[in-house]
């Protein structure tokens, strides 16, 4: 009889372990559910939305999160060198002043990255930021988004140019 009562404890403490779990599980779920619902409304702008479905989570590293700011200012680096080509065969001085000026804000910014990157371990593998791919469905559609989430569980807005990491 003794061995029964161990087995019948036994098999209700993993039955409790393992509820534990699952509704620990549902939170997680949940609170993503909800963070992206504010991203959607707070960040995008969109006020109808009939639901969202989070379809993928990525966890990212300070060092790939610098990696993922480097590739973003290295994009735009290169559009507002073409967009000052343009201004220049346009003969537009005041425009092409401007790209200029952009082209070495953002040159400035990039080095702070680079810098910051180089001074990183690549081969870390705690959790920095989690990169959330969802989409929203509104009256007007679908789209699908990308934005990141805190390990505290609140959506955060990528702005290579005031991140906490290079100022």
Same mark, same amino acid.
């Given at each position: 009889?003794?061995?029964?009562?161990?087995?019948?404890?036994l098999l209700l403490a993993m039955v409790l372990l393992w509820s534990?779990?699952?509704?620990?599980?549902i939170t997680i779920e949940e609170s993503l559910e909800n963070i992206t619902i504010?991203?959607?409304?707070n960040?995008?702008?969109v006020s109808e939305i009939d639901s969202v479905k989070v379809l993928k989570v990525d966890t990212v590293t300070q060092y790939g999160y610098? *990696?993922?700011? !480097? @590739?973003?200012?290295? *994009?735009?680096? !290169? @559009?507002?060198y073409y967009e000052m080509k343009n201004a220049t065969q346009n003969e537009d001085t005041v425009a092409e002043k401007q790209h200029e000026l952009n082209m070495r804000q953002i040159g400035d910014v990039l080095e702070q990255w680079r810098a910051l990157g180089q001074s990183l371990p690549s081969n870390d593998t705690a959790p920095?930021?989690?990169?959330?791919?969802?989409?929203?469905y509104s009256p007007v559609g679908m789209d699908q988004f990308y934005f990141f989430v805190t390990p505290e569980m609140s959506y955060y807005v990528?702005?290579?140019?005031g991140d906490e990491l290079v100022q």
């Amino acid at each position: 009889m003794n061995i029964l009562k161990k087995t019948g404890l036994l098999l209700l403490a993993m039955v409790l372990l393992w509820s534990c779990k699952k509704k620990q599980d549902i939170t997680i779920e949940e609170s993503l559910e909800n963070i992206t619902i504010q991203y959607v409304k707070n960040e995008l702008g969109v006020s109808e939305i009939d639901s969202v479905k989070v379809l993928k989570v990525d966890t990212v590293t300070q060092y790939g999160y610098v *990696q993922i700011n !480097i @590739e973003i200012l290295e *994009q735009l680096e !290169i @559009e507002e060198y073409y967009e000052m080509k343009n201004a220049t065969q346009n003969e537009d001085t005041v425009a092409e002043k401007q790209h200029e000026l952009n082209m070495r804000q953002i040159g400035d910014v990039l080095e702070q990255w680079r810098a910051l990157g180089q001074s990183l371990p690549s081969n870390d593998t705690a959790p920095y930021r989690y990169l959330v791919t969802a989409n929203y469905y509104s009256p007007v559609g679908m789209d699908q988004f990308y934005f990141f989430v805190t390990p505290e569980m609140s959506y955060y807005v990528l702005d290579p140019y005031g991140d906490e990491l290079v100022q």
